[in-house]
């Protein structure tokens, strides 16, 4: 079974940075092999996508991401990270992150981020 861990939220006021950490659990697949990123929902919207990182260590954003986070991951320490700097409160939401592994996306339970004065 494919279980995804993040950790890293938390409260942070407008133009500060945070770094979540999604990591497998309890898995033998890494995740510089398959597809992964993250998407976020705000209360009362739909999930939107963030960032994406291709097996092949290509990333793709958002608008609303590009120029200000970062999608990255760590073959050694089997992670995947989402770098996020100049925050500003309509960041806040949950973040998930996700793992494509033959043609089934896989998710984590979510990270709250929240930014605000």
């Known amino acids: 079974q494919v279980q995804l861990v993040e950790s890293g939220g938390g409260f942070v006021q407008p133009g500060g940075s945070l770094r979540l950490s999604c990591a497998p659990s309890?898995?033998?697949?890494?995740?510089?092999?398959?597809?992964m990123g993250w998407y976020r929902q705000a209360p009362g919207k739909q999930r939107e996508r963030v960032a994406s990182i291709s097996s092949n260590a290509n990333t793709d954003y958002a608008g609303s991401a590009e120029g200000r986070f970062t999608i990255s991951r760590d073959g050694a320490k089997n992670t995947m990270y989402l770098q996020m700097n100049s925050l500003k409160p309509e960041d806040t939401a949950v973040y998930y992150c996700?793992?494509?592994?033959?043609?089934?996306?896989?998710w984590g339970q979510g990270t709250q981020v929240t930014v605000s004065s």
């Open positions: 309890g898995s033998i697949w890494r995740v510089d092999t398959v597809p």
């Open positions: 996700y793992a494509y592994i033959q043609f089934t996306y896989y």
